[in-house]
């Protein structure tokens, strides 16, 4: 009896004190009625939460038991603003948003004192400095992308937004973005949604992202329109067209947006029926072969009025990414770009498995693209893009000293435009009008506040990057080599990223010469052909690859 009573200890008072306001509401007056109302709606929710059956907490503690929820519902915001450490990465630290934050309104971003990293911890990294540093007047770093094949190659901002799509965004999020890189005369990735209105009506020069869903240039059976592509790629806001293969975040993972959440708007950007389910596959339909995607390569490109064509992936299976490089050799056709995206990327939603244990991290992938193209004799015809958690210069000098030409970023643009990281982005109660089509909601984000802030942070970044190019008395980001980098794997032992990922001289692959386990392993296994492999990996390693295919011609003679 008494741990019933403890248990129900909250129940029975709030029903004690229903009736003890109702006695002094009939014996002192009618002010007595409003606390009795409060106690009276505690009462009838404790009546519901014993003979609810979903929450056995509720069942055992009426009433009480909700503080739960409660507390569970408000954790993420109590955590943030009370008890985060200012360095923990979960996913962007309070040192990183903060950082955003006072570059997009133009606000001190110094810090006095000295550093609040442990500069002893394994994971520390750092830029070795010059002792003749350079000045660097004009900080506003471009590229040119466009291969061989290109008649209308782009000069390209090193600092460009990744790809996020309408629905994945408000309206007003991609208005201010758009409008951002207008005024920043830099580029934003539309992401697979389509190319939307918001994207079209401020001016902004776009990076069109085509997914398997063809999203904007379908057939109603969503198979690939060829006219519907050329109609929107010949636009003046497109300046690039970017192959969807795989997303970081959730690599080899296809979607299904429901039915109730396909608007009007957002039919008419991806081209779909209103009100029915919108599904984006988890490959393409367009081709089925890495042979195959060259060939879409140059359809796009020759559509596209000879803009830049190029695709992004996250690295998985090593031999497939091989089997694309070795496609490009049969073929002679090589894309205009390549977006490496990290296992670390973002997303709206995905699968818990797949955001923590799916894909290749970007320093790994980036790297093993590089060097696969210095070792085929490539990376002069391709730029390389990079995604994947990328916020302050040094994350930019990080990436481009691996390989990258340009580095992409979503969420800290995100973060520019009032992102604070309350992770509801699937719930459609983004706090902050970013991520949420509720027009309420969304109205409170201020295109022409939010635009300038981000072209405050692209210019402020740029400018940051600039300094710490001059300190190692470079000129320019294409200057970054991995020996530029070093970082401490223990304690006094420390390597420079260039022992870590060490280069492939160029043309070495076709030489044969596999100095590393992952060429020497995988690259025999590729085939031009297809995306499977020639044999499996369990035999490579075993030393029985060529006991699987005893009529095929050596696997390194398959380019040949």
């Known amino acids: 009896m008494p741990r019933l009573l403890a248990r129900y200890t909250t129940f029975y008072a709030v029903i004690g004190l229903t009736l003890l306001c109702a006695v002094l509401a009939l014996v002192f007056g009618a002010a007595w009625w409003l606390p009795g109302i409060v106690f009276l709606a505690l009462t009838i929710l404790g ?25 569970e519902y408000v954790r993420p915001e109590i955590r943030q603003y009370f008890f985060e450490d200012d360095t923990l990465k979960m996913p962007f630290s309070r040192v990183d948003r903060s950082l955003v934050y006072q570059r997009a309104k133009q606000q001190m971003d110094q810090r006095p004192f000295g550093t609040q990293g442990d500069v002893y911890d394994k994971r520390y990294q750092w830029i070795n400095h010059a002792m003749v ?82 999203f904007g240039c379908r ?3 969503g198979s690939f329109s060829p006219e519907r592509f050329a109609e929107m790629a010949r636009r003046d806001n497109i300046c690039m067209i970017e192959i969807k293969l795989s997303q970081g975040a959730k690599p080899g993972h296809g979607g299904v947006l429901p039915a109730p959440k396909v608007t009007p708007e957002i039919a008419a950007a991806r081209g779909v029926p209103v009100g029915q389910d919108c599904v984006s596959p988890s490959s393409h339909s367009a081709f089925d072969s890495p042979i195959g995607l060259m060939h879409f390569i140059v359809q796009l490109r020759e559509l596209s009025g000879g803009k830049p064509v190029g695709f992004k992936l996250c690295i998985g299976h090593p ?61 002069d015809k391709i730029r390389l893009g990079a995604s994947g958690k990328v916020i302050s210069a040094f994350d930019m000098a990080y990436i481009m000293a691996l390989g990258a030409d340009w580095c992409n970023s979503a969420r800290a643009y995100m973060f520019a435009i009032g992102c604070i990281q309350a992770q509801v982005c699937h719930t459609g109660r983004c706090p902050t009008g970013v991520t949420t089509q509720d027009p309420k909601r969304q109205k409170a984000l201020v295109v022409a506040d939010k635009s300038v802030r981000v072209a405050n942070y692209h210019a402020n970044t740029l400018k940051a990057l600039g300094e710490l190019l001059g300190a190692a008395g470079l000129q320019h980001p294409s200057d970054l ?80």
């Open 219 to 221: 057939n109603p059976d």
């Open 319 to 379: 031999w497939e990414w091989f089997a694309i490089a070795k496609a490009m050799l049969a073929t002679g056709i090589t894309p205009d770009f390549i977006v490496v995206d990290g296992a670390e990327g973002g997303t709206g939603a995905a699968p818990i498995e797949f955001v923590d244990h799916v894909g290749t991290p970007l320093r790994e992938g980036l790297r093993l693209v590089h060097n696969t193209l210095v070792g085929v004799g490539l990376r």
């Open 47 to 71: 009546l519901y939460d014993l003979t609810q059956t979903h929450h056995a907490i509720r069942r055992n503690y009426p009433v009480i038991g909700n503080m739960r929820f409660l507390f």
């Open 481 to 560: 080599r991995p020996h530029h980098i070093a970082r401490r794997l223990a304690s006094g032992e420390v390597r420079v990223l260039s022992a870590l990922y060490p280069d492939l001289q160029k043309g070495e692959l076709l030489e044969g010469k596999f100095r590393n386990t992952i060429f020497r392993t995988a690259w025999p296994m590729a085939q031009a052909e297809s995306f499977e492999p020639l044999y499996s990996l369990s035999a490579a390693l075993s030393g029985h690859a060529d006991q699987q295919i005893p009529d095929q011609p050596h696997p390194e003679a398959v380019i040949h």
């Open 133 to 214: 540093p350079t000045h660097i007047a004009d900080t506003d770093f471009r590229i040119t992308v466009g291969g061989p094949d290109c008649t209308r190659p782009v000069e390209l901002s090193v600092f460009n937004i990744s790809a996020m799509s309408f629905g994945a965004l408000s309206a007003n999020a991609v208005r201010a973005l758009n409008r951002g890189a207008a005024l920043g005369n830099f580029a934003h990735d539309t992401g697979e949604g389509g190319v939307s209105r918001y994207h079209l009506e401020q001016g902004g020069r776009l990076i069109w992202n085509i997914g398997s869903g063809y």
